[in-house]
């Protein structure tokens, strides 16, 4: 039976009925009865398994297909009405043209198959915050997963009324054939279409197509943004919480900064961290004329390599309930499941992501896939904030940039001003990672690690940056950091982790003018000594290192960013060009 009486659900529903074709409905109610009996139904079809549920209650694991294990940028689209609103680095079709293709795609799709009515909010219903949308879909991990990473349930619908204000997501399984997979985003109809895949970021849809794609273009219509950034507030000794959002590339350190533990010397001085949001901050101006953020998710969607209890206990400690494991490796002794770097000695009766046997002598891949992911409540998370579920959000005092670059970015600087630090965020770049199909390790520019996430022209983003800022009294600060930077041998220079935390605390005394800093062509560098080291074993030759600035690098980094500039045929904000010849100037000038 229908859960709204709300004319533009029911007819669009109408609609992507009458071409799927499903054999029956069900209508999401969020209800903890009906997910149990959805999860029961997917242990009968090989669709999770359930692991040991004394030492993992409410857990399950779930192998998606062997070609279908992470975001798909190559098949990804926005479709606007003009190209140009798309931009370069956007694959885009005209609206009409795809929307004939995926219709041809999705009739009949769900033919014997069942079609679930997920209703869900990105942030607390309710909040000036929240946005609301439905997804339709014929999977039942789907269903599951956004039950843990999205508000679902009936009060969407109350709080929805008779507004036709609502996301509309469509997505199939099909036969998963690679190429056939589409992952469409219409932002001017607020439209979400997903076809043959069954994965992660591809088919969550609340989460990269609508908290990113969709959103950013609501954003910038609307006046606020949507970002891919953690939230974390940082509680100092005198017990004063100040909060930095901060945006890295995927598999880039977001989940472990977003809830690390402060290290031995700090924690016994009174330091706390509390985390707000892992993936992604929803920013919006406020009366009090500074930013603040929400994180509109209510899960982690986190990276399960290289989680462990001294790299991210708190992340560990969220997966021990109520989460559902995808392509982990299992260990059939106990029912538990493993991957690379969980701890040294893999389980000796271990089947890898595909189910198949694997033991470290004879294996050539890992036994867990590199882009093996866990889905977990927020709320598992030791760490959590208090204001988690506030409707206002948090304000933010710093904004953070970084990526993985083994060379050229410093560990840490502060941009000069807000303009300065938009440039720095324009010019990000990463080596890629197994988060997206394709190669890995590769440098890209990766632009406030949106590149795959923005929902129009990346230079109207920029602009958009711009703009937020000269009507943002009371702005936060902007920093870039590297925790990658290698040594000659290829080994990483910075601990990293908990230690990220002797970082945090000099960019939140930058943000609040407690601290000088050196001055320099790229931006404000810390001087050695303000960064504490007590209990480590960097020396200061290591710290000078990871502070250094190769001219020659940088003067490299200028061209390569001129020729990225030049793929945006004139639209990069003057501002931004501007930036840039000024960083060259104060390059050329040094030498
Ligand atoms: P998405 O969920 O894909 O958006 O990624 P994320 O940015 O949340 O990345 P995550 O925190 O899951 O980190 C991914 C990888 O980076 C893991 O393998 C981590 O072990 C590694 N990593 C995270 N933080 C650090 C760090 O400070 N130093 C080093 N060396 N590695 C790190
Ligand atoms: C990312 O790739 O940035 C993720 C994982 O957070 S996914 O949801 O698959 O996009
Ligand atoms: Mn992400």
New binding site residues.
Partial sequence: MALTNNRAVLQWIEEQIALTKPSQVVWIDGSEAQLEALRAEALTTGELYQLNQEKLPGCYLHRSDPHDVARVEGRTFICCDKQENAGPTNNWMPPQEMYTKLRKLFDGAMAGRTMYIIPYSMGPVGSPFAKYGLELTDSIYVVLNMAIMTRVGKEVYDALGDSEDFVKGLHAKADLNPEERYIVQFPEDNAIMSINSGYGGNVLQGKKCFALRIASYQGQQEGWMAE?M?ILGVQNPAGEVRYVTAA???????????MLIPPEGYEKDGWKTWCVG??IAWIRLREDGRLWAVNPETGF???A???NSS??YNALASTQKNTIFTNVALNLDDDTVWWE?MDKNPPKNLLDWKGNPWNPEMATEPAAHPNSRFTSPVKNCPCISDHFEDPQGVPISAIIFGGRRAKTAPLVYQSRNWHHGVFVGSIMASET?A?ATGAVGVVRRDPMAMLPFCGYHMADYWQHWLDMGEKTPRAPKIFNVN??RMNEKGE?L?P??GD?LRVLEWILKRAFDEVDACETEIGYLPFVDDINLTGTDITTETMEELLRIDRELWREEIANVQEFYGKFNGKVPGALREELRELERRLTDHT
């Fill in positions: 891919h953690l890295f590339p995927s598999a880039c350190g977001k989940t472990n900064l977003a892992d993936d969607f986190g990276v390599p290289g989680t790299s991210n770097k990672t988060a925790w990658f990483f910075w990293g982790f990220n």
